[in-house]
């Protein structure tokens, strides 16, 4: 069965970096597109970015532009995502995604930005 997992969050300053990880199971990795998402305490899912595992192009939404980064590493069946000048507001429960589509059939900054496969979340939490 296809698994994923999301890791690395804790707690971090303002103005850091954190990287996160999305560890996959059970799936040709390299057939999917991976997608990350977060969501806030109280508020909607966003999308953060889009990635196609097999070429590495990637899709980014608004919500982190210019500060997030994403790459995968096919042979370890890995993606990461790199978050950069952490701000208060980047602070909740990140996840990533997979779907068989490739990004370029999503708008990651759609409401309906969604993926077939979830794993759990990792906590990202930004102090001021």
């Known amino acids: 069965d296809v698994q994923l997992q999301a890791s690395g969050g804790g707690l971090v300053q303002a103005g850091g970096s954190l990287r996160l990880s999305c560890a996959a199971s059970g799936f040709h990795f390299d057939d999917y597109s991976i997608g990350w998402f977060r969501q806030a305490p109280g508020k909607k899912r966003e999308g953060i970015l889009c990635i196609r595992s097999d070429d590495g192009a990637t899709y980014y939404g608004d919500s982190v532009a210019g500060r997030s980064a994403a790459s995968s590493d096919n042979a370890e069946n890995t993606d990461y995502l790199q978050i950069d000048s952490l701000k208060p507001e980047d602070t909740g429960v990140y996840y990533c995604?997979?779907?068989?589509?490739?990004?370029?059939?999503?708008?990651?900054?759609?409401?309906?930005?969604?993926?077939?496969?979830w794993g759990k979340g990792t906590l990202v939490t930004v102090s001021s």
């Open positions: 995604a997979a779907d068989l589509s490739h990004c370029d059939h999503y708008d990651v900054n759609s409401d309906s930005y969604d993926m077939r496969y």
